[in-house]
């Protein structure tokens, strides 16, 4: 079985979400063996779209604006994920909900690891605090 680990940042960063994804890493070799996983970070670009948004409801309407839960973002990496979304992976596993729709193939199943949703996460953390209507709607 040919496993993918795909994310923005990389698992084996033990600094990363207090060393979750890493040690999740460590089980995912000892389950399918390291020479069947491969660990892709591919990190979000952001385009002039999503700037000038972040600049209007940050610094205008005083309001937080996410980037990664912008759709013109999603479309704007699109070719950056195209060499997993082509490669021939059994599996695709991502513990970030925004890269779903980045992943998605027919030849794969693509599985989301995450211990919190976008609406519980809202006003628990100071960066999903205060959020613009744009945010919430595509959050």
Request: one cysteine or more; aromatic letters at 18%.
């Amino acid at each position: 079985m040919k496993v993918a680990v795909v994310n923005s940042f990389s698992v084996k960063d033990i600094k990363i979400w207090s060393g979750i994804p890493f040690h999740i890493s460590k089980m995912l070799d000892a389950v399918f063996g390291e020479t069947n996983i491969v660990y892709i970070s591919i990190p979000i670009k952001r385009n002039l779209v999503s700037y000038l948004k972040g600049f209007y409801f940050n610094r205008i309407r005083h309001k937080n604006y996410l980037s990664w839960a912008d759709n013109s973002v999603v479309e704007f990496n699109r070719n950056a994920f195209k060499c997993v979304r082509d490669g021939n992976f059994n599996l695709i596993i991502t513990f970030e909900s925004f890269l779903i729709p980045l992943l998605f193939n027919k030849k794969s199943k693509v599985f989301l690891w995450t211990d919190a949703t976008f609406h519980n996460l809202l006003n628990f953390y100071s960066y999903v605090s205060n959020l613009s209507a744009y945010t919430l709607k595509y959050g």
